[in-house]
């Protein structure tokens, strides 16, 4: 409940790490032949899920520039259900311009899901800015204190 107040959010579950909360934010939306565009500086175990899960239930994974509207624009199309950012991004930490990117995801029907570990929700509230599902890993500043494993997905 306190995440869900503090995501400005309507729904939050938990479990049992970040990782799962982003592959559980992310498998409910996609079947076979439809596409993901993953943000180029997505946490690394996000790529390798999408890269080897994902493909492997015959999902397209693709990649954007996070910071590169005209990129995201250039590979949306019709069999896009969900485009994934990440902002602060994992290692070079791109901010992302979540209005204009869910602005461009909608258009389509796509849903933009974020992984806002980085920025937690006291910096950055990205269901606010337009995204649709927001995950953390509480594992890691939520905690606080090394001594948690656990994920959160809120809507
Ligand atoms: C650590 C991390 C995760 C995964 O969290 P775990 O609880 O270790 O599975 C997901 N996203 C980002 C950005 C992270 O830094």
Same mark, same amino acid.
């Given at each position: 409940?306190?995440?869900?107040?503090?995501?400005?959010?309507?729904?939050?579950?938990?479990?049992?790490?970040?990782?799962?909360?982003?592959?559980?934010?992310?498998?409910?939306?996609? @079947?076979?032949? +439809?596409?993901?565009?993953?943000?180029?500086?997505?946490? $690394?175990?996000?790529?390798?899920?999408?890269? !080897? #899960? =994902?493909?492997?239930?015959?999902?397209?994974?693709?990649?954007?520039?996070?910071?590169?509207?005209?990129?995201?624009?250039? @590979?949306?199309? +019709?069999?896009?259900?969900?485009?994934?950012?990440?902002? $602060?991004?994992?290692?070079?930490?791109?901010? !992302? #311009? =979540?209005?204009?990117?869910?602005?461009?995801?909608?258009?389509?029907?796509?849903?933009?899901?974020?992984?806002?570990?980085?920025?937690?929700?006291?910096?950055?509230?990205?269901?606010?800015?337009?995204?649709?599902?927001?995950?953390?890993?509480?594992?890691?500043?939520?905690?606080?204190?090394?001594?948690?494993?656990?994920?959160?997905?809120?809507?």
């Amino acid at each position: 409940a306190k995440l869900t107040v503090l995501e400005q959010g309507v729904r939050t579950f938990l479990v049992p790490s970040g990782q799962a909360a982003n592959a559980i934010a992310a498998l409910p939306f996609l @079947k076979s032949g +439809d596409k993901i565009l993953i943000a180029d500086t997505a946490y $690394p175990p996000m790529r390798d899920f999408a890269n !080897q #899960d =994902l493909a492997r239930f015959g999902v397209e994974v693709a990649y954007y520039d996070p910071v590169s509207i005209e990129d995201l624009t250039a @590979k949306i199309d +019709d069999r896009t259900k969900l485009v994934w950012c990440e902002s $602060p991004g994992s290692t070079t930490m791109e901010i !992302q #311009d =979540l209005p204009a990117i869910a602005a461009v995801a909608h258009r389509p029907g796509a849903l933009v899901g974020c992984d806002n570990t980085w920025a937690t929700p006291l910096n950055y509230m990205p269901l606010a800015l337009g995204a649709d599902i927001v995950t953390e890993a509480l594992t890691k500043y939520v905690s606080g204190h090394s001594d948690l494993l656990m994920g959160s997905v809120t809507v």
